[in-house]
């Protein structure tokens, strides 16, 4: 009996970043590392703390999925999650964490709700002394789009945030509604073209061309949305591949950049758990660059993604096996649970795997 060519379940294994849910997750590998790393986020949203884990492992070891698992792991109350993957020059890492932060706060999540615009409602009902429901979000968020919104009330819950007046201004924008694709670009990069600032209501700003003052001004910027998610919640900032910044064998541009990013983040958010992952060879790096006061606010909690034991690897083996329909049903399974693969084929696999 001729059996259909079956698509090889092994393909396409590599998670391209956390907010990609993996094809398979098998729960017994890296356990260790995902339940610590939750209950650092309880502690966080618990006491209003700060908290940071370092994740590192060798190429191809877990590291973004185990992202894209606490990502996905259902906590409450739920963080607002920022997945920051480091393909930027050092010159422009905080312009680039800018970038992604609000790439992330303006992402519906399972409900269909902005989380910006969650984030200021949540605000403004805590300062009107009323209890803010997600699920009453869309007509709050019509109420203030149509009538244009408690402008002075705002104002004030902004200026209690530490916004400043560009940044008060683009989230008014955002949640009425009006110019809302320039106020997303102003967030994003803090530029705006003259035309654009023309037909704004009132004028978000513009950055300044020197890199140095672009990047202060970037960071001034990460640190008012961060107090605009963290005044209701929890935060969940994840950084992966800082290797990637990694342009030569002996280039440490990077690793001193993000070193002195992320202890800056440390430093002046409460509310915080900071998740940093990258390849054990990079972290080498980090602790030789990085000062250790520094390196000690990065990385709190140092957790190793080591090799899987030989059961672990037949879980995942079988679970990926599992996830083709066709593999799943075929009868010489049920002899086998692992066929096609036979049992020597699986050893010398084992045995050649890297340790």
């Known amino acids: 009996m001729s059996h259909p060519p079956v698509a090889n379940p092994f393909n396409n294994g590599i998670v391209p970043d956390a907010w990609t849910d993996p094809i398979v997750d098998v729960s017994s590998i890296h356990a260790d590392v995902s339940e610590q790393c939750l209950q650092l986020l309880a502690q966080v949203a618990q006491n209003r703390t700060r908290r940071s884990v370092l994740v590192h492992g060798a190429a191809g070891s877990g590291k973004t999925h185990t992202l894209a698992r606490l990502r996905a792991a259902a906590i409450e109350p739920r963080p607002f999650f920022s997945y920051v993957r480091l393909a930027t020059s050092p010159s422009m890492i905080r312009r680039h964490l800018r970038h992604c932060l609000v790439r992330d706060l303006i992402r519906k999540d399972e409900r269909g709700v902005c989380q910006l615009a969650s984030c200021l409602l949540a605000s403004l009902a805590k300062d009107a002394g009323t209890p803010f429901d997600p699920g009453d979000f ?22 209690r945030l530490g916004l400043d007046f560009h940044m008060t201004c683009a989230c008014r924008l955002f949640l009425q509604r009006r110019h809302r694709q320039a106020a997303v670009h102003w ?40 107090a605009i998610v963290t005044d209701t919640r929890s935060i969940l900032l994840c950084f992966d591949q800082i290797e990637s910044m990694q342009v030569a064998a002996d280039d ?17 958010c409460a509310g915080l758990l900071l998740v940093t992952c990258m390849q054990s060879a990079a972290f080498e790096t980090l602790r030789e660059v990085v000062p250790a006061a520094d390196l000690h606010r990065i990385a709190q909690h140092e957790l190793l993604l080591g090799p899987l034991t030989e059961r672990q690897a037949r879980e995942l083996i079988r679970a990926r096996l599992d996830s083709s329909p066709t593999l799943r049903a075929d009868p ?7 066929w096609p693969l036979d049992e020597e084929r699986l050893q010398q696999f084992l045995a050649s795997a890297d340790p």
Do not use: W, Y
Not at 207 to 225: G, K, N, R
Not at 252 to 268: E, I, N, P, V
């Open 187 to 226: 967030l994003e990069s803090g530029e705006l073209p003259d035309d654009a600032r023309a037909r704004l209501a009132c004028d978000v700003g513009g950055a300044d061309d020197d890199s140095v003052d672009a990047e202060h001004m970037a960071f001034q910027a990460v640190l008012q949305l961060i």
């Open 252 to 268: 440490r541009a990077g690793s001193f950049a993000f070193g002195k990013l992320a202890a800056d983040l440390f430093d002046h």
């Open 138 to 159: 869309d007509r709050l968020e019509d109420g203030f789009s149509v009538s244009g919104g408690p402008g002075m009330a705002l104002a004030e819950t902004c200026g």
């Open 332 to 338: 010489r399974r049920r002899r086998n649970g692992l």
